[in-house]
């Protein structure tokens, strides 16, 4: 038996890539074409952007919750929600979720630790790079953490939101991250995080100039060791 997984989505392309991983690795441990049983509750993106941009992470915690309340009554036993930039509402959304969840900076803290990384830098929306999410996951690793400069955030938020979560990847957009993460080496960065759940679909790891940590994957690989756990 393993662990019904619930998903709470953020955009449509880092939904997708987080249910695919989920489905894509589990065979290797569960076997050929099985892996856990997945609920995913999807409301429109728009609802979401509502609050992120009015900085109103309560009320966003309100939006999850109902999204929780929806897969927990579907079976799901915990929640992820592949989307960095929501995780500001989860002071908000944890004391009142009838399910536990799992916090995507801290799947990617635990990962930097294991590898042995001492400086990441943050690629993600302006909303992410400027929280204290990835901060507060890193510090119980004594890991530090560097953020692209403001006119780059601006850019990269802007990528994210007119690009990437539409399902468009334009090459020169690829050609900039990589220029904000040899920025981010230039200051002593030795790892870069994926931090928006859609950049893993842009960002190639092996033409990237530091060692890549893929948010979206590693939350999806953290939701199925826990779906497994007995």
């Not at 799901?76 to 799992?102: E, M, V």
């Not at 992410?128 to 901060?135: G, M």
């Not at 979560?165 to 690829?174: D, K, Q």
């Not at 200051?187 to 948010?215: F, K, M, N």
Request: net charge negative; with cysteine.
């Amino acid at each position: 038996m393993t662990r019904h997984i619930g998903i709470v989505a953020g955009s449509a392309e880092g939904a997708a890539l987080c249910y695919r991983t989920i489905c894509l690795e589990a065979p290797a441990v569960l076997g050929e074409h099985n892996h856990p049983e997945i609920t995913m509750n999807s409301v429109p993106l728009a609802e979401h952007m509502r609050y992120v941009r009015a900085d109103d992470w309560e009320g966003l915690a309100g939006v999850l919750l109902e999204s929780a309340r929806k897969v927990a009554q579907a079976g799901a036993a915990f929640a992820i929600c592949p989307d960095n930039t929501y995780h500001q509402a989860f002071p908000h959304l944890l004391p009142r979720s009838p399910i536990p969840w799992i916090h995507i900076a801290s799947a990617v803290a635990e990962e930097a630790h294991r590898k042995g990384f001492a400086r990441l830098g943050i690629l993600g929306t302006k909303y992410l790079v400027e929280s204290p999410v990835y901060p507060g996951a890193l510090k119980e690793f004594g890991i530090e953490r560097e953020i692209p400069d403001a006119d780059d955030r601006e850019r990269v938020n802007d990528i994210i939101f007119r690009e990437l979560v539409n399902g468009l990847f334009p090459e020169a957009s690829r050609l900039y991250l990589n220029e904000v993460t040899e920025k981010l080496k230039g200051r002593g960065c030795d790892a870069v995080v994926l931090g928006c759940t859609e950049i893993p679909l842009i960002v190639r790891p092996d033409d990237t100039p530091l060692p890549t940590l893929d948010s979206t994957r590693l939350l999806a690989r953290a939701a199925l060791r826990r779906a497994l756990r007995r």
